[in-house]
């Protein structure tokens, strides 16, 4: 069992960010893989406020990075699925599990091609995850770059990375919709250019946009900053300089100079919406989340029918566990699109966060009447009764799930769970 003072004690020095504190207590031998009240190590708290020198020291005293909390996150997966590149690549050289999944059933490859995390997609890639695991919601990290992507200089980079990778793009996801057809529907004319040179078509690039964007590839940012200064009318695009300037020079952590490319080419054009979620991401990275927050809410003001700021607003607003603000945005959203359940999916999650569960459940069971083959809104239906302690509709749950996915290891765990509740 778990001792409270240990416990606290190692929580605490997380929580405060003290190094010092932390150094003393790993030397007095103290225990790195206890948890808290929702399953996470002191490894997981430290990945997810992205303390890089704090995951390290624990890695190092034998913190596991492959444990899951209740969420079902490690700090592996937190890390790819929040674009930690530092700490995930300390998780990948501890061991973690490239197979392991998050409670959506994706690999670390596939939140990191959704949220916009080139450099994180690149280091999955280069680690061996398989580019084409789909989850469960039928899709993979393609898919998930087109579907929830923009289409825009960034998300048209991911793209490229995942297709070079041997990503299929006639892989289907539970709609029977393909990238292609999904990039079609959405007029992702950059997408649609990548699936075409796949197929065949000409590159008709220059050879120094070639170099830059290979340069690119090996994390070589001071090189490919370089040669675009050398070279700064390399790209046909106006706009498309400042992006590469800036996504190097926030590659290098010189969020300033990266901020200033952005507003340089929103200057040259005000619709070029993408910028602010660029500007939005740079001051997450530098801390600032009321700057990205109002960041996101400029594009939203510009065009709110679109859904691609206000979803990726609502998405770190629940990193920043301001769930009942992630709940209004997902209100917006689901008003404008009540076809989209992998909404009510986050809804849900939101809503058991704040321990709303009665909420949950009767959210994750409009996703259950759309798709009651989804092993995974049985699984989280299941889990928000556990809360409730209603264990045996919990189990009659799980087993409706099972009968979708017999083999799902995180429903076969939870029906275990729900079992032992009853007894």
């Given amino acids: 069992m778990n001792n409270p003072t240990q416990d606290a004690a190692l929580f605490a020095v997380v929580e405060e960010e003290d190094l010092v504190r932390l150094d003393q207590l790993l030397r007095e031998g103290r225990p790195v893989d206890v948890r808290d009240a929702d399953g996470r190590t002191p490894l997981m708290r430290a990945t997810q406020k992205n303390h890089v020198d704090m995951a390290r020291r624990l890695i190092a005293a034998g913190a596991d990075v492959n ?33 392991q999944v998050n409670r959506f059933g994706g690999t670390a ?52 990375a995942l297709v070079a990778a041997g990503a299929d793009i006639a892989l289907r996801d539970r709609d029977s919709k393909s990238s292609r057809q999904h990039a079609e529907t959405l007029g992702q004319a950059r997408v649609l250019e990548i699936f075409n040179r796949r197929d065949g078509a000409p590159d008709t690039r220059p050879p120094a946009v070639k170099e830059i964007r290979a340069w690119i590839g090996q994390f070589a940012y001071s090189e490919a900053l370089a040669l675009l200064e050398q070279q700064p009318q390399v790209f046909d695009d106006p706009l498309a300089a400042p992006y590469y300037r800036g996504y190097l020079l926030g590659e290098l952590k010189r969020y300033p100079e990266a901020l200033a490319e952005y507003r340089r080419a929103l200057a040259l054009d005000a619709d070029a919406l993408e910028f602010h979620f660029y500007t939005a991401n740079c001051l997450r990275l530098m801390k600032k989340p009321d700057e990205a927050l109002a960041e996101y809410d400029v594009a939203i003001a510009r065009a709110p029918e679109r859904s691609f700021h206000r979803y990726h607003k609502s998405n770190y607003l629940r990193e920043l566990n301001r769930h009942e603000q992630a709940l209004a945005e997902m209100d917006i959203l689901l008003d404008q699109q009540p076809w989209r359940y992998d909404f009510s999916f986050h809804q849900a999650n939101s809503l058991r966060a704040l321990k709303r569960h009665e909420e949950a459940v009767a959210a994750i069971e409009q996703a259950i009447a759309h798709d009651p083959e989804n092993a995974l809104y049985h699984l989280h239906k299941a889990q928000s009764l556990g809360f409730l302690g209603r264990h045996a509709e919990a ?23 729900a079992q032992q509740a009853l007894t």
């Fill in 395 to 417: 189990l009659s749950e799980l087993n409706a799930g099972l009968r979708a996915a017999p083999g799902d290891a995180d429903l076969g765990d939870a029906r275990a769970a």
């Fill in 109 to 160: 490859l596939l939140p990191s091609s959704e949220k916009g995390y080139l450099r994180t997609v690149q280091l999955c890639l280069k680690a061996g995850i398989a580019v084409n695991h789909a989850n469960k919601l039928g899709w993979s990290a393609l898919l998930e770059a087109v579907i929830l992507g923009d289409g825009g200089f960034l998300y048209g980079d991911i793209v490229d």
């Fill in 67 to 99: 444990a899951r909390d209740h969420s079902l996150l490690s700090p592996y997966l937190c890390a790819g699925a929040n674009g930690f590149y530092d700490i995930l690549a300390l998780t990948l050289a501890a061991g973690a599990e490239l197979r």
